[in-house]
């Protein structure tokens, strides 16, 4: 992997944090339109970082993992 390249999984992460930390009135738009329009992300990425965020939300993932 380049220098360049992010780690997909810490994108899916960054996303699922952005999904997570940013309020939803912040976040007009649809979950997945707005990932990836921020984020270097597929729709499976985007699927999986909403996926993820739902997951921290409901305390079945260590957030800091």
């Keep these: 992997?380049?220098?360049?390249?992010?780690?997909?999984?810490f994108?899916?992460?960054e996303a699922a944090r952005f999904i997570v930390e940013t309020p939803k009135a912040q976040r007009p738009r649809p979950a997945i339109v707005e990932l990836r329009e921020r984020y270097p992300?597929?729709?499976q990425g985007a699927c999986e970082a909403v996926r993820l965020a739902?997951?921290?939300r409901a305390g079945g993932v260590d957030a800091a993992a």
């Design 41 to 43: 992300l597929d729709l």
């Design 11 to 13: 994108v899916v992460q």
């Design 1 to 9: 992997m380049g220098q360049t390249d992010l780690d997909p999984n």
């Design 54 to 56: 739902n997951l921290i």
